[in-house]
């Protein structure tokens, strides 16, 4: 029986394009003998599959997208869409695939908002089983135009990291982001939480250096994302991604403190 609950299906052209972006990035994508990824929860029609398709044929063009949706009657409307590399097929966090193939990478994006926080860990878990070594679940969400975003890639040894994806050009501060956390993040965005603290100091950051834009909103980004680091956050990457809007730091860095209970 397919793992998990029907979501709201809510899709649209483009809005993954960041989380697409980042993918076609992944070395584990470059470097997999089988580049199968999995698209979960894609909604109520072929669109993101499709989409992830195309952008991650520029980089392996011999990659297949299976796209994964709980709700049977998804699944044969999708169909109607297949082609050559892409597919679909009836199932949930159990990830079901042909022949016991396991994916290399598993975008799971929009699917855990419905859920508790306490059941992320489980789900987690459940999707990383189903990858091939060292391959990668990208897990996180995005508002409904595709310009605000987070997300966490989770491998077998966990979380690893987390990235924040933002539309620059009229962009207000960097916190807007909270609205679309991923769950596991989404409610602890209070004093005394790490993601708390980070957000405070994006903010900060962008503030200080708000005299750039007169140069554009990506050197004034740049700058705020170099800020970050100075001040010790654990920023990863380079000018080459940052000037995209994003920023990616450890994990460690934003994990939800221990002690504190589960938020539902």
């Not at 050197?219 to 990863?236: K, Y």
Request: hydrophobic share 40%; glycine share 8%; proline share 7%.
């Amino acid at each position: 029986m397919a793992e998990g609950r029907v979501t709201r299906g809510t899709t649209g052209t483009n809005r993954l394009r960041r989380v697409d972006r980042w993918i076609a990035s992944l070395p584990a994508l470059r470097r997999a003998s089988d580049p199968l990824v999995v698209d979960l929860g894609y909604g109520g029609s072929a669109t993101t599959p499709l989409e992830l398709h195309s952008r991650l044929a520029r980089v392996r063009p011999d990659v297949e997208v299976i796209g994964i949706e709980i709700e049977p009657a998804r699944v044969r409307l999708a169909s109607l869409s297949a082609r050559p590399g892409v597919s679909f097929v009836v199932g949930g966090f159990e990830v079901p695939l042909p022949r016991g193939r396991r994916a290399t990478v598993i975008r799971a994006f929009n699917v855990l908002r419905q859920y508790n926080e306490s059941e992320v860990a489980a789900a987690w878990d459940m999707m990383v089983s189903r990858l091939q070594p060292g391959g990668v679940l990208i897990e996180g969400t995005c508002n409904e135009v595709g310009r605000v975003g987070s997300w966490v890639d989770v491998t077998e040894q966990g979380p690893q990291t987390f990235t924040v994806s933002l539309r620059l050009a009229d962009l207000e501060r960097p916190s807007i982001v909270a609205e679309r956390l991923p769950k596991v993040l989404i409610h602890r965005n209070v004093p005394g939480e790490r993601v708390h603290e980070f957000l405070l100091a994006l903010d900060r950051q962008w503030a200080v250096h708000a005299p750039l834009s007169t140069y554009g909103p990506s050197q004034r980004w740049i700058a705020t994302v170099e800020g970050m680091r100075a001040a010790g956050w654990p920023v990863r990457g380079n000018r080459s991604r940052w000037r995209l809007g994003e920023l990616t730091v450890d994990w460690a860095s934003v994990a939800p403190n221990a002690e504190l209970a589960p938020a539902a």
